[in-house]
């Protein structure tokens, strides 16, 4: 047999396979995602997602501490509040729960880099992702909200804001109300891409904020399209995003690698609560290798075109990253 092409002859020896690497990641590119709520002395264990915990102010250092050690540099930070109300008071209240954490977190460890989920579910009693009028959720009405958010993220010490709430416009109402009050510099980034999806179920497991009625169907995207996901990544950078997030990461690798071709800024991949819990629950029943599995899931982000990966498995990817067993 002559052959001319043999692909395998550059897949002989673990230096050469290495040397012929396409994907290369490093652990500065993990975004770790944590929920901080209301009391003292928590650390709870999310049932839904074995391993993850919501932290009171009080005991967050000690995991930051571990990030820190890990070689996560960013995190990014959810906050469950002790009240939710209609208007979702919490999320933009001085004195809420990511804003005090904030202030805490970065009195003991100003080298992190922290970006705040900016939305209001997590703050309303109805549990949806804006204020309501009758049994929709106002659009227009909770943009100015969200933006007070942003704002008082970024007064209590947020380096980056990350808007995940779907609602049209939100990007440049943010970006209008930072710039006008002395914020020019800091960065937005964007869940542009963001599906209603059930992925998301541990998550609001987690943060107690699953809708009291109805879906997230009238704002989160259908599934199904994939014109209308580069419609908002193409909507928000116009706004003024710094970067795109495609959420969830697993399903969603068309997105993120058409997205990432057609435009010019970061693009970034989170890796959802739903994404977790299914490797943990089938690692647990000793179905899956879950180091492997961990590993090939975020080299398939990566590779679709992520550069920034938001991940709950962000510490043990940073070392599989430094022992050189992937990236
Ligand atoms: C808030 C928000 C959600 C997630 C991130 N920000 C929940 C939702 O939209 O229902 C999901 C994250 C995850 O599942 O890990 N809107």
Redesign the pocket.
């Known amino acids: 047999m002559e052959l001319i092409q043999r692909p395998r002859r550059l897949r002989g020896n673990e230096t050469l396979r290495k040397m012929v690497r396409e994907t290369r990641m490093d652990k500065s590119s993990l975004i770790y995602?944590l929920f901080v709520k209301e009391g003292t002395n928590i650390e709870e264990e999310i049932p839904s997602m074995a391993g993850q915990y919501r932290y009171s102010i009080d005991r967050l250092p000690y995991e930051l501490e571990r990030l820190q050690n890990a070689g996560v540099g960013s995190v990014m930070l959810f906050g469950i509040p002790e009240v939710k109300d209609e208007m979702g008071s919490g999320a933009y209240d001085p004195e809420g729960i990511v804003q005090k954490a904030l202030r805490s977190a970065k009195k003991e460890f100003p080298d992190l880099y922290y970006i705040t989920?900016v939305?209001m579910?997590e703050y309303t009693s109805h549990g949806h992702?804006g204020v309501l009028c009758g049994k929709e959720v106002e659009n227009d009405k909770t943009l100015s909200l969200l933006a007070k958010t942003a704002l008082s993220h970024v007064e209590a010490g947020a380096d980056m804001v990350a808007p995940?709430?779907m609602m049209d416009g939100r990007v440049g109402a943010i970006r209008e109300c930072l710039d006008t009050n002395g914020h020019k510099e800091t960065p937005i980034m964007s869940y542009a891409v963001k599906y209603a999806s059930a992925?998301?179920g541990?998550?609001?497991d987690a943060a107690g904020?699953a809708p009291s009625f109805g879906d997230?169907k009238s704002y989160?995207m259908d599934f199904h399209n994939k014109k209308e996901g580069m419609k908002e990544a193409l909507m928000d950078i116009e706004e003024g995003a710094d970067i795109i997030m495609v959420k969830p990461a697993l399903a969603y690798h068309d997105l993120i690698s058409e997205i990432s071709k057609a435009t010019n800024v970061p693009m970034a991949a989170y890796s959802?609560?739903?994404e977790y819990a299914m490797v943990k629950a089938a690692s647990k029943m000793g179905w899956i290798d879950e180091e492997k599995i961990i590993c090939e899931m975020a080299v398939g982000a990566y590779r679709a075109g992520a550069q920034i990966y938001i991940t709950y498995f962000a510490k043990e990817l940073a070392k599989f990253m430094e022992e050189g067993r992937i990236g």
Do not use: A, E, L
């Open positions: 995602p989920d939305c579910c992702c995940s709430d992925f998301y541990p998550f609001r904020s997230r989160q959802v609560s739903g």
